[in-house]
């Protein structure tokens, strides 16, 4: 991506373009000779802003980036550095690796797992040198060293290797999950320059390149990807979640659904957006686009090859509304942008410095294209987009070498300032600390201080002392957030008076459920006043996305206890403050966080689908990942389930536990839990419709099995298939025995018709789809013949002479490989014959003429191949073959020989 972006490559370098990263963007930064500048100003929507922060990396090194539990920020560069910034911008590199870092190549991909805070684990994925010039791609797994800030890294665990035949279109990246699995995707790792057949790997599915895998944290295939093989965990085949992509320059996964969405960058004409359906190709090198690729749709590989429709194509060009190389972004997930960005997908231009967003439904439908002109251009150049705290959207440019924030600040929520303090009465030293001051945004806080005397100062955590003679001052605290918003509190200061002291008793590491009693003890105690009253007020913090909240005040009360019930508001916790307050009107807190007692509430589909999590309060929807949430024990939540799976055919029947509302509520329990939903696929459907089918076919002999894309279940008498190109329809007798001995739909596709009979009344058939990598085929049965099969050109020759009513009559052999390999013949009933080889074709031959070549040996005789198939001549017919003809004569009924080389 880095580095080709399409066919203009030579063209962009000129204009200082795709090849950015791959030449340290020396020209691009004008670091030699005065090369052009980038630094247009940015042109964003009304209330939006970029905040630019540093990553560590020098300019046209930055690659990749990804944020730590606590803020902090890990970073990669082009030529091997590991750097990591701190929330408050310093930086260090934990981390030289060598690298390969030609065009596409070099350190190139970084994550953190979701089990960071105990694992410290990341992974990588950079090309490694193997010596001579040669290298291969890897990622791997590291361990980041130090107890508090991150100080190196070691422990190299290599998780995929992938040889270097292409020094563009690598791993490109990588996206842990929340369940210890890992998505990956791998370009095709082929030449941009040319048509190359290396890149036909993106359709096999053997091949890892041109893949999304998804791959336990060990490196093996993830049990529920479409391809998976029980007995083969470590085949690239289990590994496989989609193919077909060229370079799929980030991904990431769509909150709702939980599958990966993805930039795919194009070679002649077309970018793509791909919502990545399991086991759905999407189509490259065969397909760009919707448009067959030149170049290589004339590969006899791409001939029937499929192609999964984008979400969204942009046409290469300079126009607003075209592209030229797409990187992969984000959901946006916060709220303080406008609402119609609210789970938006925010996705960059590299090449042309812009920002689009989209929006589309839970089944893969667009439903807010890309704006024309662009949501925001001259931005930089963005190789990965990531969410901050609070939400926003993220890039790295890599031509500036930063990180920047799309900030938007009508909508900013204001912070809150919290003061605590403590009091030297003998030295009048006030300590201060901010540190309770919180952003409802989850943005980092600035602090300025007012001491109240004409003296200030900056800082979470200050001190001042206070000169003589006053006793009494108001100090200030202003915290202020990135974007200008800022909160303010005060507090009285008696520098000669002792500040209360609060102790207060709780048990440590408790949770809640919803209605379990929350109950805390303080005391307070003052040098001048002795014991003092404790005031108490609880608050219910509702986080909804988890990382931007809101707080409801409930109960207060007096006293040295306080109780109050555990909140049944979903996605919240609880804070309980005691505030104590002296003689001189000098106050001290205390807050005791409640956290609540989660579990996983996990929902899964018989079929991929939008199951999603909801729960009401505020109007706040919560959880709304599909697949899994933390809910907190007992509390009710709504679970909700798309009428209609991601295929577009199955429907929603029940819930596992037998109830038939799609959406319902469920009281979580003491543990995790699961909650299936049943849907009634195609094949079913149909099963269950027709009372013939069902005599044809008996009874199922188990669940209806997903293969990819297509579905099918085995019944007593034979088999019903489906998929969104087929249809629904059934197989059985010895049709489906022919077809299954054969090898099925993996080699034939499912079934195009039912077990149909032919016009004549004397036979049965049923046609096939065919696959990517083989034609539509046909079974054809009779009692005479028994069943045969017959696909490809072959097949295509057969039908063109009218399939069993032409001269040929049913086939009475499978298609079979000729004894010198070259070709492939079938035998009909009416003593005719189809032969095809790569080069002369496929051609008929019956007959008289048919009669004549067998006794002459076939194709291992003179006249080898046929080149013609029969046609009328003045008084016969005639049969062309490579080395000669054979002709036919009516009167007489004899067949005349003429060699190639006769006159």
């Not at 630019?52 to 990396?57: A, C, D, H, L, R």
């Not at 900013?412 to 030293?429: K, L, S, W, Y």
């Amino acid at each position: 991506m880095w580095s080709d972006g399409n066919r203009l490559y030579t063209r962009l370098v000129a204009a200082v373009t795709a090849t950015v990263l791959a030449t340290g963007l020396t020209t691009a930064l004008g670091a030699a000779g005065g090369g052009p500048a980038l630094a247009e100003e940015p042109h964003l929507p009304g209330g939006f802003s970029l905040r630019e922060s540093p990553s560590g990396q020098k300019p046209g090194n930055l690659t990749d980036f990804a944020y730590l539990p606590d803020g902090s920020v890990l970073t990669t560069g082009k030529t091997g550095t590991v750097a990591w910034v701190s929330a408050d911008g310093r930086s260090k590199t934990l981390r030289t690796l060598s690298v390969e870092s030609q065009q596409d190549l070099g350190l190139v991909g970084i994550a953190v797992a979701a089990d960071y805070a105990t694992s410290r684990h990341v992974y990588l994925a950079r090309s490694v040198p193997k010596g001579g010039g040669s290298y291969d791609l890897t990622l791997a797994r590291w361990e980041v060293t130090g107890t508090g800030e991150p100080a190196g890294l070691r422990g190299e665990r290599e998780l995929l290797r992938v040889p270097g035949d292409a020094n563009v279109h690598g791993i490109t990246g990588i996206v842990p999950g929340e369940d210890g699995t890992i998505w990956v995707s791998v370009g095709d790792v082929a030449s941009y320059t040319k048509t190359d057949r290396l890149a036909l790997r993106a359709q096999q599915p053997n091949a890892v390149q041109g893949k999304i895998l998804h791959l336990t944290s060990d490196g093996r295939g993830v049990e529920t990807n479409p391809f998976y093989d029980p007995a083969k965990p470590d085949a690239v085949r289990s590994k496989v979640f989609a193919s077909g992509f060229r370079s799929p320059f980030r991904l990431s996964l769509d909150p709702r659904t939980g599958l990966p969405i993805l930039g795919d960058v194009g070679w002649n004409r077309w970018e793509e957006v791909n919502l990545v359906q399991p086991g759905r190709d999407y189509g490259w090198p065969c397909w760009e686009g919707t448009e067959p690729t030149r170049g290589y749709r004339d590969l006899p590989e791409c001939e029937d090859a499929p192609n999964t429709p984008p979400l969204v194509k942009f046409r290469h060009g300079k126009g607003t509304e075209k592209a030229n190389s797409l990187t992969g972004g984000v959901v946006y997930t916060g709220s303080s942008y406008p609402a119609q960005y609210r789970g938006a997908y925010f996705f960059g231009d590299y090449t042309h410095q812009k920002l689009w967003s989209i929006r589309y439904d839970h089944q893969g439908r667009l439903t807010q294209p890309p704006q024309n002109p662009p949501l925001a251009t001259n931005v930089g150049r963005p190789v990965k987009f990531g969410t901050a705290e609070g939400g926003d959207i993220v890039f790295a440019d890599i031509a500036s070498g930063k990180l920047k924030r799309l900030v938007y600040e009508d909508g900013n929520q204001a912070p809150v300032a919290r003061i605590g303090i403590e009091t030297d009465p003998e030295t009048r030293t006030v300590s201060f600390d901010g540190s309770d001051s919180f952003d409802f945004d989850g943005d980092r806080l600035t602090y300025s201080w007012n001491f109240g005397d004409g003296s200030t100062a900056k800082g979470r955590q200050v001190k001042h002392t206070y000169g003589e003679p006053a006793e009494r001052f108001t100090a200030t605290l202003t915290v202020t957030d990135p974007s200008g918003a800022r909160g303010k509190a005060e507090v009285t200061v008696v520098p000669g008076n002792h500040t209360p002291v609060l102790r207060a008793e709780v048990r440590d590491g408790l949770t809640y459920a919803v209605g379990e009693r929350v109950s805390v003890r303080a005391v307070a105690t003052d040098v001048e006043d002795g014991a003092l009253g404790v005031r108490w007020q609880a608050t219910v913090v509702h986080c909804p996305e988890r990382e931007t909240c809101h707080a409801h005040p409930t109960e207060s009360g007096e006293g040295t206890r306080f109780s109050v019930a555990f909140t049944d508001h979903p996605d919240s916790h609880m804070e309980l403050t005691a505030t104590a307050t002296d003689s001189e009107g000098v106050s001290s807190t205390y807050t005791y966080e409640a956290l609540p007692r989660e579990h996983r509430l996990t929902l899964s589909s018989t079929v991929p689908a939008a199951v999603e999590v909801t729960s009401e309060g505020d109007g706040d929807t919560s959880g709304g990942t599909a697949g899994t949430a933390m809910v907190t024990e007992g509390a009710t939540v709504g679970i909700t389930a798309a009428r209609t799976a991601a295929d577009g055919a199955s429907v929603f029947s029940e819930w596992d536990d037998g109830v038939s509302e799609r959406a319902r509520t469920i009281t979580m329990p003491s543990e995790d839990t699961t909650v299936h939903a049943v849907y009634a696929t195609p094949v079913e459907q149909r099963y269950d419709a027709e009372p013939e089918l069902r005599e044809v076919l008996g009874a199922p002999n188990g669940p209806v099995v997903i293969d990819g894309g297509v579905y099918y279940r085995e019944h007593a008498e034979g088999r019903l298939y489906w998929s969104a190109r087929s249809g629904t329809h059934e197989v059985h007798g010895p049709i489906a025995e022919k077809y299954l001995a054969l090898g099925g739909h993996e080699r034939f596709g499912p079934p195009t018709t039912d077990q149909t009979v032919t016009p004549d009344g004397r036979g049965r058939f049923n046609h096939f789809l065919g696959t990517p990598y083989t034609r539509a085929a046909s079974v054809y049965w009779t009692p005479r013949t028994g069943a045969n099969a017959v696909w490809g050109e072959v097949r295509k020759r057969w039908a063109a002479m009218k399939w069993e009513r032409g001269p040929l009559g049913y086939p009475v052999t499978d298609e079979r490989r000729t004894p010198d390999g070259i070709g492939r013949y079938n035998h009909f009933s009416k003593r005719g014959s189809v032969y095809w080889t790569p080069r002369t074709g496929a051609h008929a031959v019956y007959g008289a003429i048919r009669a004549r070549w067998a006794a002459l040996g076939w194709e291992r005789s003179y006249l080898g191949y046929p080149v013609r198939g029969e046609y009328p001549v003045p008084g016969g017919r005639r049969g062309d073959f490579q080395g000669g003809s054979l002709t036919w004569l009516a009167d007489g009924d004899r067949v005349v020989e003429r060699r190639a080389s006769s006159s």
